[in-house]
Nanobody, 120 residues
Framework: QVQLVESGGGLVQPGGSLRLSCTAS????????MGWYRQAPGKERELVAT???????NYSDSVKGRFTISRDNVKSPVYLQMNSLKPDDTAVYYC??????????????WGQGTQVTVSS
C-alpha cells in the first residue's frame, strides 16, 4: 500500500509563507491528478489545488494568486508553496494522489495531514 507523508506545516504569522511537501513511499507514475486539500475545524474538507498529469493546474478561488502547486520528481511528488498566508488558511492540509494502474485499477492515496496555523 502506498503511503503519503506531508511535511512543512507549522505556525506562521499572517503574511508569512510555508512550503508543504508530499512524499510517496513508492514511485507513482500512472497518476491522473495530484492535489492538496484542507479541512478546518467544523468545516468540510475542501480542494485547495490540483495538478494534472499533463501539468495543468487548478486552484480554489480563495488561494488563487497566493498558492502554487508543483511537482518535480516521483519521490516527492507534489509541493504547495503558500504565500501571503491568512488566518483563514488555518487547517489541516492533506495530500492526495489518484489515477489508474496499467491494468485499469483505480487508486487514490491520502496522507495523514499536516497542520498549518496562521496566527499572530
Amino acid at each position: 500500500q502506498v503511503q503519503l507523508v506531508e511535511s512543512g506545516g507549522g505556525l506562521v504569522q499572517p503574511g508569512g509563507s510555508l512550503r508543504l511537501s508530499c512524499t510517496a513511499s513508492e514511485i507513482i507514475l500512472s497518476f491522473s491528478a495530484m492535489g492538496w486539500y484542507r479541512q478546518a475545524p467544523g468545516k468540510e474538507r475542501e480542494l485547495v489545488a490540483t495538478i494534472l498529469s499533463a501539468g495543468s493546474r487548478n486552484y480554489s478561488d480563495s488561494v488563487k494568486g497566493r498558492f502554487t502547486i508543483s511537482r518535480d520528481n516521483v519521490k516527492s511528488p507534489v509541493y504547495l508553496q503558500m504565500n501571503s498566508l491568512k488566518p483563514d488558511d488555518t487547517a489541516v492540509y492533506y495530500c492526495n494522489v489518484r489515477g489508474r494502474t496499467v491494468v485499469g485499477d483505480r487508486f487514490s492515496y491520502w496522507g495523514q495531514g499536516t497542520q498549518v496555523t496562521v496566527s499572530s
